[in-house]
């Protein structure tokens, strides 16, 4: 697995392993946050939120984001179609459930900068990184039929 798994991270091209990286550390920090929320505030972290949907969908980022995670991890285009998923789902309700701060006081928008400049990185890129893994894939000698 070891050995498998350093020639897909080698078998990319350069930014698609940087990106790759910065997917990895994305959904780790994520994965991290919603883990502390938890332990801070239990399963009633986001009541905050009024809508149950949105709720629920915070706790289970919880499993999302560290799925996203290892699969990125192990090169998988699953996980970059899973992170594509996730982002999108992550900053629309993110900007969902805190729209009352665009009238209250706007200001407190800002801490939603990272999460948003984030997820727009991860959905410009999903494409690009999907082809450059496709494209390692089939380029591997493991994937080559063998005579």
């Known amino acids: 697995m ?3 798994l350093r020639e897909r991270w080698g078998t990319q091209p350069l930014w698609a392993r940087w990106v790759l990286a910065v ?3 994305g959904f780790t920090e994520g994965t991290g946050t919603h883990i502390a929320d938890l332990v801070r505030g239990g399963i ?3 009541a905050s939120l009024p809508q149950v949907s949105l709720q629920v969908f915070f706790v289970s980022l919880v499993i999302l984001d560290p799925l996203a995670a290892v699969l990125v ?3 998988r285009r699953e996980g970059i179609w ?3 998923a996730v982002m999108v789902l992550d900053v ?4 969902w459930g805190n729209r009352h701060w665009l009238r209250d006081d706007p200001a407190q928008l800002l801490w939603l900068l990272p999460i ?3 997820g727009l990185f991860v959905v410009a890129l999903a494409v690009p990184l999907h082809r450059a893994v496709a494209g390692a894939a089939s380029r591997s000698p493991a994937a080559l039929p063998t005579a």
């Open 82 to 84: 899973l992170a594509t």
């Open 92 to 95: 629309s309700a993110n900007w």
């Open 2 to 4: 070891g050995f498998e």
């Open 73 to 75: 991890g192990l090169v």
């Open 23 to 25: 997917y990895l550390i």
């Open 44 to 46: 009633h972290a986001y």
């Open 116 to 118: 948003t400049v984030f």
